[in-house]
């Protein structure tokens, strides 16, 4: 059964009760990362494994992602800034325990392509956000492959 989660802003990133951050080096340029993350919503499955189905919502506002097991996210984006910055937040989920969660995509240029980085921002009970901080090595390890699949997949397009 979804739920409804607190309504969130973009300065939660920073403030909320458990903050999970995991970065990573890719060769594509910002700007075919951020295509990726924030243009190709229906591309997220053939790149994040845990992702079964994605597809914008609202016009585009809003997206709808289903997980392996079940759990979906009817999600709101808060920040579009191309090569940059893509941020949402979850306002629906069947997800159990938590009461917010906002995730935030940062790109910066490096010297071999960009740095990916990926926030994880919730707010859940304290035993919820113990199983959280437990769970951290299998997000990170998760967050880690679904952007080398998504590299891989970038470099095959542009060779293309």
Known sequence: MARRLSPVELDFVESAPLRLV???????????????????????????????????????????????????????????????????????????GLRALLEEWRLTPSATGTRVQWTFAADAPALMRIVLRLGRAGLGASFRGAVRRLDRRLARSAAQ
Do not use: C, H, Q
């Open 22 to 96: 995991f970065s990573a080096e890719v060769k594509a340029s910002p700007g075919a990362v951020y295509r990726a993350l924030a243009e190709d919503v229906t591309g997220w499955p053939s790149w994040f494994s845990a992702v079964t189905s994605a597809a914008p919502t609202d016009g585009g506002a809003g997206r709808e992602i289903r997980l392996r097991g079940g759990t979906f996210f009817a999600e709101k984006i808060m920040a579009t800034e191309p090569d940059e910055r893509f941020a949402y937040r979850v306002d629906e989920t069947n997800a159990p």
